[in-house]
């Protein structure tokens, strides 16, 4: 079993300009992405709109992110579902195809209690052997898995990370107290600030258009112990960060890419593209960040 640690993206899924998944773009951007220097890889989250994909489009994306990995990066598929029977199917495709673990967003619309939240993850836990990293986003989630009940999921044998996304930055600490090794934070929306509190990892958005500069402000704190250094580089690239925060993470991520030289396609709805006024400011961030895709050309499907 693999150990995760470092900023992993949360990965767009490209689209052709016929509005289908894009499988020579998506191929290229995995091995942007690793040869950029990025720590791991996850499909179908949030950003990669799994709730906008049918059954064959996630196994489509599953299989061609683990395939084009090759190993080299360890890659976590998103199998969150309102129905646990449903993410124990997901999670098991995710076990077959190769994938090194799974992350799971609790179910978002039942509003389940915490006794139902430790039976949800148990029932997927004792289903497959791969690790499981919980997904807390209560801002989408309609869920806030609070540390005292992640202490509870924690007890179950491979739930062994949590990806911790509110402004809430001492939860981080708070996990780490009352799980100690039995919990792995990384951070969601903050990374630098979760990295100074003890997180031992960043799923992040920002990497989709900076993968070498998420994962050094990673690697100078939690490998060189370069704090000041690290929050300089963080500073410097918080606009993009912040650009990508909020409602525009999938129609501003690919904005940015877009203008960067990589089509990925448009948001499916209803999510849009984004508006001129905001389409020009990632225009505008390009330019100022110098930014450009400069991976290998994208070869026909």
Known sequence: MKTFRGTYTVMVTPFTTGGEVDVAALRAFV?????QGIHGLIPLGS???FLSLDDDEKALVAEIVIRQAAGRVPVLIGTGAEDTREVVRLSRRAEKLGADGVMIIPPFYSTPTDDELVHHYKTVADAIS???MIYNNPATANVDLKPQLVARIAEIENCLYIKESTLEVTRVRDIIRLCGDRM?????ILGFESFVEGARGWVAVASNVVPSEMARIFSLVADEGAIKEARELYL????????VGGQA??????ALLGHMGFSVGNP???RLQLPAAQDAAARALVKTFDLAWRGAPIAAA
Do not use: C, H, N
């Open 268 to 270: 499916r709805p209803p």
């Open 47 to 49: 950003t990669g709109e």
């Open 130 to 132: 791969l690790p499981i």
């Open 249 to 254: 993470y999938v129609a501003g991520s690919k």
């Open 236 to 243: 410097k690239y918080l606009p993009v960060i912040e650009f």
């Open 184 to 188: 792995t934070v990384f951070g969601g």
């Open 31 to 35: 091995d942007w992405q690793i040869a």
